[in-house]
Antibody
């Protein structure tokens, strides 16, 4: 059974940092693109970043480029999102997905990041 | 990149059909056949219903269908059931490894 389990969310002050993790199981992690998608409270979905199977290609939405870094550890079947210089508008539930967002059949349950003083 | 335009709400009675539009530009919806649709119930993760404009993942009933004309993609849910009441989001590839979601549509089963 495919499972994606996010962790690492929480309350952080503006300007702070947080690292999200996504533990994958039930499939060959190294064979798939992986993505992060976020949803602000009461708002719609927003693609954040994705990473190729070998980790050598990474892409970001403009609003997080330079502040967020996506990475993966294929030996540990894990996906990460390092978030720096956090702002109030980064407050959202962050989901990891298997594949790119135009074909993501599997999503995690999400982890809530709240940026507030 | 601006969000794709969806109507805020749509509704239909059980057994009827509802169609949701998703309007973008020639740089996203109109330029690629990589449009997908997700269903999201409150407090839950989204579920893929349609990918590559009109393809259904395994397990998705054929009551869900997708199409595209020009810069507008559409999702039709036929034979509405109570469980179809949810938020629906389109998403399109927008070139240069960018992706843009729609603004979302709340479907109500009357």
């Amino acid at each position: 059974e495919v499972q994606l389990v996010e962790s690492g969310g929480g309350l952080v002050q503006p300007g702070g940092s947080l690292r999200l993790s996504c533990a994958a199981s039930g499939f060959t992690f190294s064979s798939f693109w992986m993505s992060w998608v976020r949803q602000a409270p009461g708002k719609g979905l927003e693609w954040v970043a994705n990473i190729k199977q070998d980790g050598n290609e990474k892409y970001y939405v403009d609003s997080v480029r330079g502040r967020f870094t996506i990475s993966r550890d294929n030996a540990e079947n894990s996906l990460y999102l390092q978030m720096n210089s956090l702002r109030a508008d980064d407050t959202a539930v962050y989901y990891c997905t298997r594949g790119t967002v135009v074909g993501a059949t599997y999503w995690g349950q999400g982890t809530l990041v709240t940026v507030s003083s | 990149q601006s969000a794709l335009t969806q109507p805020p709400s749509a509704s239909g009675s059980p057994g009827q059909s509802v169609t949701i539009s998703c309007t973008g530009t020639s740089s996203d919806v109109g330029g690629y056949n990589y449009v997908s649709w997700y269903q999201q119930h409150p407090g839950k993760a989204p579920k893929l219903k349609i990918y590559e404009v009109s393809k259904r993942p395994s397990g998705v009933p054929d009551r869900f269908s997708g199409s595209k004309s020009g810069n507008t993609a559409s999702l039709t849910v036929s034979g509405l059931q109570a469980e179809d009441e949810a938020d629906y989001y389109c998403v399109s590839y927008a070139g240069s490894n960018n992706y843009v979601f729609g603004s979302g549509t709340k479907v109500t089963v009357l």
